[in-house]
T-cell receptor, first 114, second 112 residues
Framework: DAKTTQPNSMESNEEEPVHLPCNHS???????IHWYRQLPSQGPEYVIH???SNVNNRMASLAIAEDRKSSTLILHRATLRDAAVYYC???????????????FGQGTILTVHP | NAGVTQTPKFRILKIGQSMTLQCTQD?????MYWYRQDPGMGLKLIYY???????DKGEVPNGYNVSRSTTEDFPLRLELAAPSQTSVYFC???????????FGSGTQLSVL
């Protein structure tokens, strides 16, 4: 299964943009890139996902490199409520042996300063 | 809608005891998952189900069992609890394989 690599931690100031990187150099053509975040003492929460094109929703934007070997989650204006662990995971659209199996890594701990 | 509901929220077990973690969802989702999260770590998949009557092992299934007799319910059974099973357990569901997951609020389990 393709793996992802994220920095252990990042810091930001409130109201500033945050770019959270994710490397997935062994991504296959059918792998979707999903992002989740986990606030303290809560279950993970879906943020955004994409395949090839950049994606926007009310929470964030996802920028996918042209070769798809990396992606960046963009929070346009960080708030204190965005302080969380952010997980980048790949989900194979081809099914097969990875069918149904979603693997979360250790993620990036985002600290937002007032 | 309640979403994904897990019970209990907290539990302390003695070594060798058994218990069932309950998970139910009211979104008519086909896929359901059980994860465990150890302190400071990411989530590890224990078992998953793609529909009623169909379950399969994840990364760390040893010491656990599941069943899926209805679309709504996906209980996780711990037999002969061990200290290594001390963790936070999350249940999740999704409508389809590539659809977003909805997580419960978790069960914090301590085995002493």
């Amino acid at each position: 299964d393709a793996k992802t690599t994220q920095p252990n931690s990042m810091e930001s100031n409130e109201e500033e943009p945050v770019h959270l990187p994710c490397n997935h150099s062994t991504i296959s053509g059918t792998d979707y890139i999903h992002w989740y975040r986990q606030l303290p003492s809560q279950g993970p929460e879906y943020v955004i996902h994409g395949l090839t094109s950049n994606v926007n929703n009310r929470m964030a934007s996802l920028a996918i490199a042209e070769d798809r070997k990396s992606s960046t989650l963009i929070l346009h204006r960080a708030t204190l409520r965005d302080a969380a662990v952010y997980y980048c995971i790949l989900i194979s659209g081809a099914g097969g042996t990875s069918y149904g199996k979603l693997t979360f890594g250790q993620g990036t701990i985002l600290t937002v300063h007032p | 809608n309640a979403g994904v509901t897990q019970t209990p929220k907290f539990r302390i077990l003695k070594i060798g005891q058994s218990m069932t973690l309950q998970c139910t969802q009211d979104m008519n989702h086909n896929y359901m998952y059980w994860y465990r999260q150890d302190p400071g770590m990411g989530l590890k998949l224990i078992y998953y189900s793609v529909g009623a009557g169909i379950t399969d092992k994840g990364e760390v299934p040893n010491g656990y069992n599941v069943s899926r007799s209805t679309t709504e319910d996906f209980p996780l059974r711990l037999e002969l609890a061990a200290p290594s099973q001390t963790s936070v357990y999350f249940c999740a569901s999704s409508y389809g394989y590539l659809e977003k997951l909805f997580f419960g609020s978790g069960t914090q389990l301590s085995v002493l």
